[in-house]
Nanobody
Framework: QVQLVESGGGLVQAGGSLRLSCAAS????????MGWFRQAPGKEREFVAA????????TYADSVKGRFTISRDNAKNTVYLQMNSLKPEDTAGYYC????????????????WGQGTQVTVSS
């Protein structure tokens, strides 16, 4: 069992930056693949980024490549999403997720979810 709590969301102008944090507790954090998803009103939940348990592998949605960076600090049981060059279309609730399955399926199959943090990008 893993509990996830996101923080760092807020209101930012287009072109600005935010860093989201996800603090994990419960079972050993180091061996979980961690992901970020987002969901805008009226839209399906969308994969954003994922990072392997060691931090050695990452993957990103095409829409955020070059702008967002996922990282983790296993000593602090925390995963981060650095978001730069934000666009109004990035506006969504952002959710942290965790799973223990294979990296090849990093974009789906997550078992544990946080409650989300809102990111709003104004134009």
């Amino acid at each position: 069992q893993v509990q996830l709590v996101e923080s760092g969301g807020g209101l930012v102008q287009a072109g600005g930056s935010l860093r989201l944090s996800c603090a994990a507790s419960g079972r050993t954090f180091s061996y979980y693949i961690m992901g970020w998803f987002r969901q805008a009103p009226g839209k399906e939940r969308e994969f954003v980024a994922a990072i392997s348990w060691s931090g050695g592998s990452t993957t990103y949605a095409d829409s955020v490549k070059g702008r967002f960076t996922i990282s983790r600090d296993n000593a602090k049981n925390t995963v981060y999403l650095q978001m730069n060059s934000l666009k109004p279309e990035d506006t969504a609730g952002y959710y942290c997720a965790a799973k223990t399955t294979r990296w090849v399926a990093a974009t789906s199959g997550y078992d544990y979810w946080g409650q989300g943090t809102q990111v709003t990008v104004s134009s």
